[in-house]
């Protein structure tokens, strides 16, 4: 049974960078799926932030490109998401999940990132 776990600071200070970790059991991130963030800001919808490929290739949203890096640790069977310049507007749930053929079939349970001074 694949399972996956975020982990993140809570809070975070503007301009700062924050560092959010998914870690996957169950299945190698090396598998032919696709590794996602995915964010839901307070009273609004779900919002794709990217992902990392089996093979390690990244894809992110354009909205986020410029602010957004996500990276994996194999032998962790963990990836990460990074991203800088926070603003409260990234205030928000953060999710992993995997996704194939764009279904987006297992989701971790969230972690709140709470951007305040």
């Known amino acids: 049974q694949v399972q996956l776990q975020e982990s993140g600071p809570g809070l975070v200070k503007p301009s700062q960078t924050t560092s959010l970790t998914c870690t996957v059991s169950g299945d190698p991130i090396t598998t032919n799926y696709h590794w996602n963030w995915i964010r839901q800001p307070p009273g609004k919808g779900l919002e794709w932030i990217g992902y990392i490929a089996y093979g390690g290739n990244t894809y992110y949203s354009p909205s986020l490109k410029s602010r957004t890096s996500i990276s994996r640790d194999t032998s962790k069977n963990q990836f990460t998401l990074e991203l800088s310049s926070v603003t409260p507007e990234d205030t928000a749930v953060y999710y992993c999940?995997?996704?194939?053929?764009?279904?987006?079939?297992?989701w971790g349970q969230g972690t709140q990132v709470t951007v305040s001074s």
């Open positions: 999940a995997r996704s194939f053929s764009q279904s987006f079939g297992v």
